[in-house]
């Protein structure tokens, strides 16, 4: 830790912890070519190589570290296809558990278009996509992980957000589609992007916050596997938005029961936890339904994702309960939704 931002990291995450919170740290592949760990990967060989356009070069004989353009600037990246690399890491991760009481880290970056340079020579002669693999693999180690970038890791205990999405409407109506693409390739632990949009720079001085994004954007995660805010709401919200954003997450406390029996039974099967209403209703219709999503096999739930406050609402066969209306589908009703309400529908058996 940096000792002028965080003069005592230790009693700063004791402190967290009392009051109940985990702490989870930001890291990356990359390192800063201006510093002590730079010059001692560099030194061991634990970065990734350039070959300086020479393709007939091996790797013991190249000493140069590659520098690849990221949205942070110019870094070396770590070798992780060389097990003393892996090794370095984890040594690094597991003092920071151990010192500080870490308890888990966000494992950023990763994407294979890093790993995609003409010059770039690695210990094992490897894809790019195998890079952002072995990148994952690092945080099985940890009970608490999460990752943007993935490969091949359907399956495992790893949480998967979706890419940053910018602080529009347009993006917003991406989260759910994109979600069932993640679930039905089997990551059950999916993040839909911070809430609002997670693209930086939606978030610079001077950038303009739609709060009625804000809150739908809070609405559409607030049944999801999880939910995660970008800005702190109650520093870009007013109180009306602010009670709205509340109100969403009181609900998700209500129904944390079932999320986790959701969550569960994703675990032992393998079946996705958000999917598309063609999984449990093929053959109806429901294809290219893009806008509402099914919490496993008893919550339909269909968010605002426009700016428009009505939407309709397809019904499949059975009956549905909503403020203890029963609606009989199949069926398709047209609703106008206030600001603090996500509108969401039990199957009645």
Same mark, same amino acid.
């Given at each position: ?5 965080? /003069?005592?990291?230790? !009693? ?16 990356? /592949? ?16 634990? +970065?990734?190589?350039? &070959? ?22 110019? *870094? ?5 296809? &060389?097990?003393?690399? $892996?090794?370095?890491?984890? $040594? $690094? ?34 894809? /790019? ?7 994952? !693999? ?68 001077? *950038? ?24 702190? /709401? ?48 093929? &053959? ?23 700016? &428009? ?29 206030? +600001?603090?309400?996500? +509108? ?6």
């Amino acid at each position: 830790f940096n000792k002028e931002k965080f /003069p005592d990291a230790k !009693e700063m995450i004791d402190e967290l912890h009392k009051l109940g919170f985990k702490v989870m740290l930001w890291i990356c /592949p990359f390192i800063s070519p201006d510093s002590e760990a730079f010059r001692e990967l560099s030194t061991k060989k634990l +970065l990734l190589l350039d &070959n300086e356009s020479n393709n007939n070069v091996a790797w013991k004989d190249i000493s140069k570290p590659l520098l690849i353009n990221w949205w942070n600037g110019y *870094s070396a990246c770590l070798d992780l296809s &060389n097990p003393d690399t $892996k090794q370095w890491l984890q $040594k $690094k991760l597991d003092f920071l558990h151990m010192q500080y009481g870490v308890d888990g880290y966000k494992f950023d970056a990763g994407d294979a278009l890093y790993y995609n340079n003409p010059n770039l020579v690695s210990f094992k002669k490897i894809m /790019p996509n195998d890079h952002s693999l072995m990148w994952a !693999e690092v945080g099985l180690k940890y009970p608490l992980n999460e990752y943007r970038a993935m490969w091949k890791m359907g399956g495992q205990p790893l949480v998967e957000r979706l890419r940053d999405k910018s602080h529009n409407w347009d993006d917003l109506s991406r989260l759910i589609p994109n979600t069932f693409a993640q679930q039905l390739m089997g990551y059950t632990f999916t993040c839909p992007d911070l809430i609002g949009g997670g693209e930086i720079t939606s978030f610079l001085p001077g *950038s303009m916050i739609n709060q009625k994004l804000m809150v739908r954007s809070a609405q559409c995660s607030g049944l999801m596997p999880m939910m995660q805010f970008s800005a702190a /709401p109650w520093r870009v919200l007013d109180k009306e938005h602010l009670d709205a954003t509340k109100k969403i997450v009181a609900l998700r406390q209500q129904q944390l029961p079932y999320i986790m029996q959701v969550m569960r039974e994703a675990v032992a099967t393998g079946e996705p936890a958000i999917r598309p209403l063609e999984y449990d209703y093929p &053959n109806q219709g429901f294809s290219n339904v893009k806008d509402q999503f099914m919490l496993g096999k008893s919550l339909m739930i269909a968010p605002i994702v426009t700016e &428009n406050d009505t939407r309709d609402v397809r019904f499949p066969k059975g009956k549905w309960k909503y403020h203890n209306k029963i609606i009989t589908g199949p069926a398709v009703k047209t609703y106008t939704v206030d +600001l603090d309400e996500l +509108l969401f529908f039990e199957k009645v058996k």
